[in-house]
């Protein structure tokens, strides 16, 4: 990930726009390259002298390429290229995050929402970091990849309600159950993914372990707190390759019981 900022300083003939109504254009434009998967993690804005900063952090050091960019982004950055001379300045490598996946054709991805809120929920299943969404075709219809995200943003939402000890059967189902309503999303985003990219999407759904147990964490009864099994949908084998538990006719993965490693590299 990259630190990156764009500084954007007023046009003479544009002295009458106000500095509310600048931060307003600014903020519709980070919204469009968030949705599109082109910044990540917020933003900070500031004022300098007669400039206005704009400090973002990026996938990739090329993510604001108009390669990239969706209908949105371009509509918005074009109102601000009317009013503004804009500069755009690498800061440095963002430390905090892990490196996006730099694949030429991944051979699988998955689905994936336990990590950094920053970062991509698709992941390379061959070197399993996160693919930045703007690198994909949209689906849904879509002209962004807002439809991944929004989903994302509820399952996270989900997870920190579970964490935070709102310990019930519907926090707790909606995350390890394959059809909540959530997963049910989730797994009909994959759907979509897999149709577009041509190739094996999975679906990830965490389960406690027996290690993970805490015990002021109360599992909702009649529901699963360890990895089942066998797949929860259909009821096949696992294939457990010590990594990853899969069903290849479900395209659903869990970690496998052996896992014991960090697949988030940095």
């Not at 949705?35 to 050091?61: H, R, T, W």
């Not at 690498?90 to 730099?102: F, K, L, M, P, Q």
């Not at 069903?247 to 019981?257: A, F, G, V, Y």
Request: with cysteine.
């Amino acid at each position: 990930m990259f630190n990156y900022k764009i500084k954007f300083t007023r046009k003479k003939e544009a002295a009458e726009i106000t500095n509310e109504k600048a931060c307003e254009l600014i903020d519709d434009y980070y919204n469009t390259l968030s949705n599109n998967g082109q910044a990540i993690c917020g933003f900070e804005i500031y004022s300098d002298k007669d400039s206005i900063i704009f400090a973002i952090v990026l996938p990739m050091e090329d993510s604001l390429s108009d390669n990239y960019s969706s209908t949105y982004v371009k509509e918005r950055y074009n109102k601000l290229k009317d009013i503004f001379d804009i500069e755009i300045i690498r800061e440095g490598i963002n430390i905090e995050y892990h490196t996006s996946c730099e694949c030429i054709k991944p051979s699988w991805y998955f689905l994936y929402n336990e990590g950094n809120l920053g970062e991509s929920p698709l992941v390379c299943g061959d070197c399993h970091k996160p693919v930045p969404l703007y690198k994909i075709p949209y689906i849904s219809k879509e002209k962004d990849h807002y439809p991944v995200l929004s989903w994302w943003r509820a399952k996270n939402a989900m997870d920190s309600l579970w964490y935070h000890g709102l310990w019930d059967r519907f926090t707790y189902g909606e995350n390890v159950l394959p059809k909540s309503k959530l997963n049910r999303e989730g797994r009909k985003l994959c759907k979509e993914l897999e149709k577009s990219l041509k190739v094996p999407v999975y679906y990830f759904i965490y389960y406690f372990c027996e290690e993970d147990d805490d015990e002021d964490m109360i599992t909702p009864k009649g529901l699963p707190h360890q990895i089942p099994k066998v797949c929860p949908l259909c009821g096949g084998e696992w294939i457990d390759d010590s990594e990853f538990c899969k069903c290849e006719k479900c395209r659903l993965i869990t970690d496998s019981p052996a896992w014991k490693g960090n697949r988030n590299l940095m």
